[in-house]
């Protein structure tokens, strides 16, 4: 597997990493725990060193499953988790089959809180990169890279990230402490972030964790206008998901059908390498519950010489 480096810093990780979240959250059909261990560590055996989950997946239990699938080889992969959601020990604040939250919490004591609960349920000593989940308007981004500084001296947190928050907020942050990478949605179906999150992170030498770079299945060719999801799966309420939508944008779906039969590849193979393409300092993270999707995602890396510019 190759790797890349996250922006300036120091953290290098496989150029592909792994989502853990719809291991058992958000998207219909959960794996049992003993299968998403399986499947986790199948991924550390292909040369996956990546893994990425958050205390609001499951609540709790997706950290607790990534904990133990990564145990036997934790000085060999890079775990980043999230903060940021207004929920209290037993979960209550957050509403697991909506993926909607009763509040945010970024206040520094609550950060510090997070931070112990997950490394508890991670069973290790140090996150490695350790992400606001959202951006709280409440707290000043001031206090919130404030406090992770301050975990990071303490050694509980190795490297600071953000996730799907906006250009002043990324500049405020990386003022404070330095921001080793970014989290948000960037694939062939969602380009918002070359207006200005790109140009920004460039200039700060900031890297580019991407999750949903297959539009949540979208761009595999595997969602048609027909297609119905479990009553669980976020995907209902997705505007982009919706029957009409999905029929106006098969012609992207079929574009990507006839590039990746030229170059025998896979349609979910040119999205991620077209995305690997981009800047080298961005890192894709597709999630996947089967095996051989997660074969085929890391085929990706042989994709060579895109014909097109999208």
């Not at 709280?136 to 975990?151: C, F, H, I, K, Y």
């Not at 062939?188 to 900031?206: A, H, K, Y």
């Amino acid at each position: 597997m190759k790797t890349r480096k996250l922006g300036k810093s120091n953290l290098e990780v496989s150029a592909i990493g792994f989502g853990c979240m719809g291991l058992n959250f958000s998207y219909g059909h959960a794996l049992s725990k003993e299968e998403s261990i399986t499947l986790v560590r199948q991924a550390v055996d292909r040369g996956v060193t990546f893994f990425d989950t958050a205390e609001v997946y499951g609540p709790f239990t997706n950290e607790e499953i990534v904990g133990e699938a990564l145990k036997p080889v934790r000085d060999q992969v890079v775990i980043a988790t999230k903060f940021g959601f207004a929920i209290d020990a037993s979960g209550k604040g957050f509403d697991p089959k909506s993926g909607r939250q009763a509040g945010l919490d970024s206040r520094p004591e609550h950060i510090r809180e997070v931070c112990d609960a997950s490394l508890k349920r991670l069973g290790i000593e140090a996150i490695d990169l350790l992400y606001q989940h959202r951006v709280d308007p409440n707290v000043p981004m001031e206090d919130v890279a404030g406090a992770v500084r301050d975990l990071i001296q303490e050694g509980k947190v190795k490297h600071f990230g953000l996730s799907e928050a906006g250009v002043e907020a990324i500049r405020r942050a990386h003022a404070v402490q330095p921001v080793s990478a970014l989290q948000s949605e960037y694939s062939l179906w969602w380009r918002e972030p070359e207006q200005s999150v790109l140009p920004t992170l460039e200039e700060l030498g900031i890297g580019f964790v991407t999750f949903s770079p297959l539009g949540k299945g979208f761009l595999t060719g595997a969602i048609s206008e027909d297609t119905k999801f479990e009553g669980n799966d976020i995907r209902n309420a997705l505007p982009r998901f919706q029957t009409e939508a999905r029929q106006a944008n098969q012609a992207l779906v079929k574009l990507l059908g006839d590039i990746a039969d030229s170059k025998h590849a896979t349609r979910a193979q040119i999205a991620l390498a077209w995305l690997l393409a981009q800047k080298p300092w961005i890192v894709p993270i597709p999630g996947t519950t089967k095996l051989h999707r997660l074969e085929e995602n890391i085929g990706a890396l042989s994709v060579r010489r895109l014909p097109f510019t999208a």
